[in-house]
Each structure stands twice: as C-alpha cells, then as structure tokens.
C-alpha cells in the first residue's frame, strides 16, 4: 500500500519529470486554476537557472519521503491525528525539512527551504483534500506563516526580530545569521 494513506495523488505516483521552463517562469495562473496546487505555488516563485533546478530537487527528494513506504504509518498518523488542518500541515513540513536538512549533512542552501517548504506544503494539502479534508486558502497561508516562523526558530532566528529588522527596527546584534548556514542548524 503506497502513499500516506493509501494511493498518493496523481502527481506523487510516478516520477515527476522537471517542470518545463514556461512553468516556473509564468507568474499568472491559468483560468480556474488552483492557487494551493503545488505547480501554481512553484509557478509563483521567483527562481531561475541553478536555484530552480536545486528546489525541484529538495521538492522532489520531499516527495519520495512523504510518499516512502517507509513513513507510511507516521504520516497517516499525523494527517489523521486532532488539530486544525493548518497545524497539521506546518508540523508535518516542518519536521520533513528537518529530516531532509539533517539528511543532507546541512547542505541544502538555506535560501530555498522555504520555498521547497511551500511547493511541499502545496502537496500536502492536495492529498488532504484528496482524501476529504477541506483545506482553504486562510487555512494554507496559515499554515505558510506557521512553517515559515517554525523553520526560522529552528534555525535560530527569532522571526519578531526579523520582523522588526524588515520593518526598518534597528539592527540588533544577532548571531542568528551565521547559524542558519551551519550543519545541525535545523536540527
């Protein structure tokens, strides 16, 4: 029995091959299209050449885990378990980058776990409502809000700072920076 709970959606059976150029690059959805479908939050980023290749990567390697016979129990566990959709979600991407970030020694560059964590969150909920949990646009860009502030804590940055930073705060002395390029940063 593969996938979380049974078959995984079309698009995680088989391999997928890499996007066409025009897919990525196109920033309007096609009519009627699914802004939380995972190509319509791939096609939305803003990413070209060697970093789009290496986030089809992360997403792809993401997948073969969500879908390995080998999480099968954990993840069916966790989308079946208590809690808001948008909490379910955020954990569980989370705790796939972390596994995947720890897997790959801290290699994965850190500006694009976010945005794989976004196209995999995509997928997620696809299979949610797939297997009959409503999953809505409030409850998605919760559920982004929460894995983005989820991933800066476990990279040591405290995301009210950063906030405060972005805001044009003063700068404070951090070493939050430097930790998220470091090996065990995620972990």
């Known amino acids: 029995m593969p996938g979380i709970m049974g078959e995984p959606p079309a698009q995680a059976a088989a391999p997928q091959p890499a996007a066409p150029e025009d897919a990525i690059s196109n920033r309007t959805l096609p009519a009627g299209g699914d802004a939380m479908s995972p190509a319509s939050v791939l096609a939305s980023m803003h990413v070209e050449g060697q970093q789009k290749e290496q986030l089809l990567r992360i997403v792809a390697a ?36 972390s596994m995947l970030w720890g897997e790959s020694k801290g290699s994965l560059p850190p500006q694009l776990i976010i945005p794989a964590g976004m ?49 044009g705060g003063e700068p404070e002395e951090e070493e939050n920076d430097e930790k998220m390029g470091q090996p065990g940063a995620m972990a």
């Open 119 to 167: 196209v995999l969150m995509a997928d997620a909920a696809d299979f949610m409502r797939q297997a009959g949990e409503p999953v809505t646009p409030e409850q998605f860009g919760a559920a982004t809000e929460m894995m983005v502030d989820g991933l800066l804590k476990q990279g040591g940055v405290d995301p009210d700072k950063l906030a405060a930073q972005a805001g």
């Open 62 to 97: 993401g997948k073969k885990v969500m879908y390995s016979q080998q999480t099968h129990q954990m993840m069916l566990e966790s989308m079946q378990g208590e809690g808001a959709p948008e909490e379910k979600l955020s954990k569980g991407i989370i705790g796939l980058l």
